[in-house]
């Protein structure tokens, strides 16, 4: 069974970091190609970015410069670090097992992130 769980969301201030894991069971996150995506309130889904099955990293507009996705074969996770937070990052930010936002894909049950003063 496909597995997504992610960690390590809360509160930061403008300009701050956070970082986000994202534990995998059921399938290899290095064979697979993986999404993070988030979700702010009111708002669609947004695609931050993605790591394919080579490790080719690819980020949306909105985040590129200032997120950094990674990923751990041997711990079978993915990771987003987040620096220069602004107060529109605040979302729900989930893992996916896909590359871009699919609606059916796997995913885990987000972890929400806020930036405020």
């Known amino acids: 069974e496909v597995q997504l769980v992610e960690s390590g969301g809360g509160l930061a201030q403008p300009g701050g970091s956070l970082s986000l894991s994202c534990a995998a069971s059921?399938?290899?996150?290095?064979?697979?190609?993986m999404s993070w995506v988030r979700q702010a309130p009111g708002k669609g889904h947004e695609w931050v970015g993605g790591?394919?099955?080579?490790?080719?990293?690819v980020y949306g507009d909105s985040v590129r410069g200032r997120f950094t996705i990674s990923r751990d074969n041997a711990k079978n996770a993915l990771y987003l670090q987040m620096t220069k937070l602004r107060p529109d990052d605040t979302a729900v930010y989930y893992c996916?097992?896909?590359?871009?936002?699919?609606?059916?894909?796997?995913r885990g049950q987000g972890t929400q992130v806020t930036v405020s003063s």
């Open positions: 059921g399938f290899s996150v290095g064979d697979s190609e």
């Open positions: 996916t097992k896909s590359w871009g936002f699919r609606l059916h894909a796997p």
């Open positions: 790591i394919d099955n080579a490790g080719v990293i």
